[in-house]
């Protein structure tokens, strides 16, 4: 077995976290997937995978291992691609989002991706959390927030903005709040996916704003959750815009406090840094960030480091 198949099945097996998986992948036995793996880490002394009997994980040798291999590889398939005289983008491509912004806003351009490039194979992972993107394989993260300094690099691709929403029918029957602090006399739903608390809402453009304190009638631990009961007249609920647009345009729910939204959020699409990035990786970068600014308004500017503003 020659280097660059072992490399492959290395990169398999950490990007489908499994021996068998990546035997699947690859159309092997696992037993040569497991063979290949074992030969690698002998040549290179070096423990590149974390076994247990329910999971391979990688170890931080290995993951420094993976973002060299995967480059190695892409850029073999470029040189036999440029030899045949074949520019079609081919092979992996993994993506994470959050769930229901990446089903809104990344899943169609997934799959408009998908039909234009046949060679590509995606693998879509959407969590309410953020991931290493190292770690799990992939090679492009849509996230929304300020980030933090990293070795990642981002694009700026628009901007939502945190905002508290009621129902026509609550508004009219409990008034409309004209400060935060009106919000006190208001039911209010409580959306947290943490354990962090829930019972006070900041507001204020840039940055200078206070916290108000909210009675939550109901928390919730998914925004689709607090949208559907704010729809549904039981209080006001503070979500991100994106996440309110269906129910707003529907008619069923209305935004409030307009003048006292916090900062926008940004959006930003990040990918690992390095001298190399894989046709299909670029490709698909450029076409959701455009996805992305036509519907956010985002400026089309270029990478900076992950967290530096623009």
Known sequence: MDRLDSLAIFVA???????????????????????????????????????????????????RYLDSARRLLAGFQDLEALIADRPEPGGFLGITAPVLFGRLHVLPVACA??????????????????VSLVEEGLDVGIRLGRLPDSSLRSVRAGSVRRMVYGSPAYLAAHGVPATPSDLAHHAC??????????????????????????????TVNTAEAAVEAAAAGLGLARVLSYQADAMVEAGRLRPVLREHEPPPVPIQVVHPAGPYMP???RLFLDRTAASLRARFGGPADSDVPDGQPK
């Open 279 to 281: 046709p299909q990786v």
């Open 113 to 130: 991706f998908l039909r234009e490039h046949p060679a590509v194979e995606l693998r879509l992972l959407l969590l309410d959390r953020v």
């Open 13 to 63: 097996v950490a990007e489908q976290g499994s021996f068998v998986a990546a035997a699947r992948r690859l159309r092997r036995s696992p037993a040569v997937v497991s063979r290949a793996v074992a030969a690698l880490e002998q040549r290179l002394a070096t423990r590149l995978f974390n076994r247990t009997t329910r999971a391979v994980a990688l170890t931080d040798a290995g993951a």
């Open 189 to 218: 739903i409580a959306f947290a996916d943490s354990p962090s608390r829930t019972d006070r809402w900041s507001f204020g453009r840039g940055g200078a704003g206070a916290a108000v304190a909210v009675r939550p009638r109901l």
